[in-house]
């Protein structure tokens, strides 16, 4: 796959993220207006819905661009996937507010029942955003995707510092606000950049049997997966409460920029996957991958690196010094973004289709961080919660690395493929004859 080919997807993917860390600073805003409290119990509730949605994402959405990239099929996908992920969403956020006065005591967070009877209303406002933005996904439309996140964080910036301006962003119930009318925004958009392909019915030859039996094993394998990224805060809330909570969600913020820079990657490396392994262009693939982890892997250990000598305290006089001690946090977390470009292999994993494999080393990545978790917590060290979703990522990105290099047999010297691709562009352009 040539990088040049594919040059304006990829400048609107970075464009993309770029909005992401744009507003990683307006949260920082946010967070040094409210009380760590307050952050804290906003942080359950956010860090809630997401886990709902990448649930739905890998039971329902993924199948669009799996089975979806036939246009024959496409009415029928798109139809299947709509039901499983409404399905979905609406038993997982009706069922927490059913059962929010037994859960107030599982999590031991008082707070939680608010949480519970917020979640049904930010799940029907997601809902249509996470359908419409696989469609957008699957075409490789980052243009779009820009143009549906430029005004979901664009109306939230704007509440956010009129909110400020006029002195009234104090409450739970202010940033609640903010991030509803935000979400509701960016749905609207998404259903109006993918009018044309909102298309539904029933011909195709795709059983729902079919598309389950991808769709369950990936849904386990992201609900797994992604639990000690979105979960762990509970377990924290658990043992130490939600003011500690809201210190190290900002340090999660921080983290989330390498995050999103793996994720604008797997937006273009996951559906060229599946077309390469479909059309058996397994050399190709093999040089897909290889680049993907060799020239992210190069990058990410500078900046670790960078960060850990001392760059990350200058978040302090932005934050202020009540959350200075998300600067510790940051630096245990910025350590789990060695393993990431490892974890990337898990896209190619589902692409592959094999998505049970996924699951196996999920649920080795939440039990290992779950024990991490529970002895740091049991030990009374606040300051090392992160060591959870270090520990998964790596041991995830590990595994998962493990089973492609067993399915496609390259050989670990091809991981360090970017340097022969910088040296051959070198001497291009010092012999352009």
């Known amino acids: 796959m040539k990088l040049t080919a594919h040059l304006g997807k990829i400048t609107w993917s970075l464009a993309d993220k770029v909005l992401y860390v744009a507003y990683g600073l307006v949260q920082f805003v ?42 024959a099929e496409r009415k029928r996908v798109n139809l299947m996937a709509l039901v499983i992920h409404s399905v979905v969403v609406g038993i997982a956020a009706l069922g927490i507010y059913l059962l929010r006065e037994p859960l107030v005591h599982v999590f031991r967070v008082g707070q939680f029942g608010v949480v519970a009877t917020l979640l049904p209303l930010y799940c029907l406002l997601t809902l249509p955003r996470m359908f419409c933005l696989k469609i957008i996904y699957r075409e490789m439309r980052m243009k ?6 430029a005004i979901w964080f664009g109306v939230r910036t ?28 960016s749905s609207l958009a998404t259903m109006a950049l993918t009018r044309k392909d909102l298309v539904f019915g029933w011909s195709g030859s795709i059983s729902f049997g079919t598309y389950l039996r991808y ?27 939600v003011g500690v909570v809201g210190v190290y969600n900002p340090a999660k913020n921080l983290y989330r920029f390498f ?22 262009r397994m050399e190709d693939l093999q040089i897909l991958i290889t680049k993907a982890i060799s020239i992210t892997l190069i990058p990410t250990i500078i900046a670790v690196v960078v960060l850990e000598l001392g760059l990350s305290r200058m978040i302090i006089p932005i ?41 196996r080393y999920s649920a080795v990545g939440l039990l290992v961080a779950g024990g991490v978790l529970f002895v740091v917590g049991e030990l009374g060290q606040p300051l090392l919660v992160g060591l959870g979703l270090v520990a998964n990522t790596i041991v995830v990105g590990i595994l998962c690395t493990m089973h492609v290099r067993r399915e496609l047999h390259f050989p670990l010297s091809a991981l360090g493929r970017a340097f022969g691709d910088v040296r051959s562009a070198i001497g291009r352009r010092k012999d352009p004859a």
């Open 30 to 71: 946010q967070i040094a207006a409210l009380p760590a409290d307050v952050y804290g119990v906003f942080t359950l509730l956010v860090a809630l819905n997401t886990w709902i949605m990448i649930v739905s994402d890998g039971s329902a959405l993924a199948g669009i661009i799996q089975y979806g990239v036939d246009p």
């Open 144 to 149: 779009d995707l820009f143009i549906a996140d």
């Open 158 to 185: 704007a509440m956010t510092f009129w909110f400020i301006a006029n002195d009234s962003l104090t409450s739970l119930n202010d940033i609640v606000l903010i991030d509803f009318a935000g979400m509701a925004a």
């Open 215 to 241: 769709g369950v094993p990936l849904a386990m394998a992201t609900a797994l997966n992604s639990a000690p990224r979105q979960l762990d805060v509970y377990v924290i809330a658990a043992y130490f409460g």
């Open 259 to 280: 995050e999103q820079a793996f994720d604008a990657v797997t937006t273009l490396l996951y559906p060229a996957a599946v077309r390469m392994y479909t059309q058996h």
């Open 319 to 359: 934050l202020g010094d009540k959350y200075a001690a998300a600067v510790d946090h940051f630096n245990v977390l910025s350590i789990a973004a060695l393993g990431m470009p490892f974890v990337l292999m898990s896209s190619i994993i589902a692409a592959m289709g094999r998505s049970t494999a996924i699951v």
